[in-house]
């Protein structure tokens, strides 16, 4: 979609055939949007302009320019061929007023067509212009429709073409995959520069927040030591901590059951029999003492 500029006597509406003047020359062209009041001074600023209204006679001239087109094509095409050169062609265009046609090619490579030229000049009796293109102006001119199911940004308003690079798929967390984020030309897809922009500030702030989030958490960690430093826990007493160290011992030794263990045990229970055995003698002999004097 390109900008013409209009006089103040154009009345036009969308999609109105029309002729204008571009920098290949005269042109067939479709109004896309009405004219518009231009303000004082940027008339300059346009450099195409329009001229008039299309006819039945520019249609019919319309028609007869597709047809010559196809010819062009199949005559550029058998040079080639026959020149071997290492080059695909795109597009042909003739002017409307026929007095230029420009082919539209690809090549990897630097591709001497001076021979092409002479052939295509002899054969078709014009003006001929062979332009080299990258692969972003063929799909531009090729047209299609993208991944997302609409027709292509390039072909249907997209002007210029902006450097993309992986850097703006890295930055908004889009798949590495070369075909996921490839377009038809084969290059990055062109609306990875859409919203690159709003991702960088973002970043940056989600980067502080989450700076903030951890000097918080610093802050309630030496916090929270400071206070048991200025506070600390009582400490249990020896002798609590003596007697339930021999506790533990006594319930490791007798949970393990060693012999160590079962000859303490026993020998407790002897002298206590022993001490029993001499209680009740003492006893004994005071009662016989005391039955010896009733007599």
Same mark, same amino acid.
């Given at each position: 979609?390109?900008?013409?500029?209009? #006089?103040?006597?154009?009345?036009?509406?969308?999609?109105?055939?029309?002729?204008?003047?571009?920098?290949?020359?005269? &042109?067939? =062209?479709?109004?896309?949007?009405?004219?518009?009041?231009?303000?004082? =001074?940027?008339?300059?600023?346009?450099?195409?302009?329009?001229?008039?209204?299309? +006819?039945?006679?520019?249609?019919?001239?319309?028609?007869? !320019?597709?047809?010559?087109?196809?010819?062009?094509?199949?005559?550029?095409?058998?040079?080639?061929?026959?020149?071997? !050169? *290492?080059?695909?062609?795109? *597009?042909?265009?003739?002017?409307?007023?026929? @007095?230029?046609? %420009?082919?539209?090619?690809? $090549? &990897?490579?630097?591709?001497?067509?001076?021979?092409?030229?002479?052939?295509?000049?002899?054969?078709?009796?014009?003006?001929?212009? !062979?332009?080299?293109?990258? %692969? @972003?102006?063929? $799909?531009?001119? %090729?047209?299609?429709? =993208?991944?997302?199911?609409?027709?292509?940004?390039?072909?249907?308003?997209? +002007?210029?073409?902006?450097?993309?690079?992986?850097?703006?798929?890295? /930055?908004?967390?889009?798949?590495?995959?070369?075909?996921?984020?490839?377009?038809?030309?084969?290059?990055?897809?062109?609306?990875?520069?859409?919203?690159?922009?709003?991702?960088?500030?973002?970043?940056? @702030?989600?980067?502080?927040?989450?700076?903030?989030? &951890?000097?918080?958490?610093?802050?309630?960690?030496?916090?929270?030591?400071?206070?048991?430093?200025?506070?600390? /826990?009582?400490?249990? %007493? &020896?002798?609590?901590? $003596?007697?339930?160290?021999?506790?533990?011992?006594?319930?490791?030794?007798? $949970?393990?059951?060693?012999?160590? #263990?079962?000859?303490?045990?026993?020998?407790?229970?002897?002298?206590?029999?022993?001490?029993?055995?001499?209680? #009740?003698?003492?006893? =004994?002999?005071?009662?016989?003492?005391?039955?010896?004097?009733?007599?």
């Amino acid at each position: 979609m390109l900008t013409f500029s209009c #006089g103040d006597d154009a009345v036009l509406k969308r999609d109105d055939i029309c002729l204008v003047e571009s920098d290949k020359g005269i &042109e067939w =062209g479709t109004c896309v949007l009405p004219p518009e009041p231009c303000p004082a =001074g940027t008339e300059d600023r346009y450099s195409m302009r329009f001229l008039r209204k299309a +006819n039945i006679n520019d249609e019919r001239t319309f028609e007869s !320019l597709l047809h010559e087109e196809k010819q062009a094509r199949d005559v550029c095409l058998r040079r080639i061929a026959k020149h071997n !050169l *290492d080059m695909k062609l795109v *597009d042909v265009e003739y002017t409307f007023d026929k @007095r230029r046609i %420009v082919f539209y090619f690809t $090549a &990897e490579e630097r591709v001497d067509f001076r021979q092409l030229v002479r052939d295509l000049a002899h054969e078709l009796r014009t003006r001929i212009e !062979l332009r080299h293109i990258q %692969v @972003r102006d063929e $799909a531009k001119m %090729v047209g299609g429709i =993208g991944s997302c199911g609409r027709e292509l940004c390039c072909s249907s308003w997209l +002007n210029d073409f902006k450097p993309i690079s992986m850097r703006m798929a890295k /930055r908004q967390n889009l798949s590495l995959n070369p075909s996921k984020i490839s377009g038809q030309c084969g290059r990055l897809l062109c609306c990875l520069s859409y919203e690159n922009e709003q991702y960088e500030p973002l970043k940056k @702030r989600k980067q502080r927040e989450r700076e903030e989030r &951890e000097r918080e958490q610093r802050e309630e960690t030496q916090e929270t030591e400071a206070q048991e430093q200025a506070h600390p /826990r009582p400490q249990p %007493v &020896e002798a609590e901590t $003596a007697q339930e160290s021999a506790g533990q011992q006594a319930q490791d030794a007798g $949970a393990s059951g060693s012999p160590q #263990g079962q000859d303490t045990a026993e020998g407790g229970d002897e002298q206590s029999r022993s001490k029993a055995r001499k209680r #009740g003698k003492r006893r =004994g002999g005071k009662r016989r003492k005391g039955g010896g004097s009733r007599n």
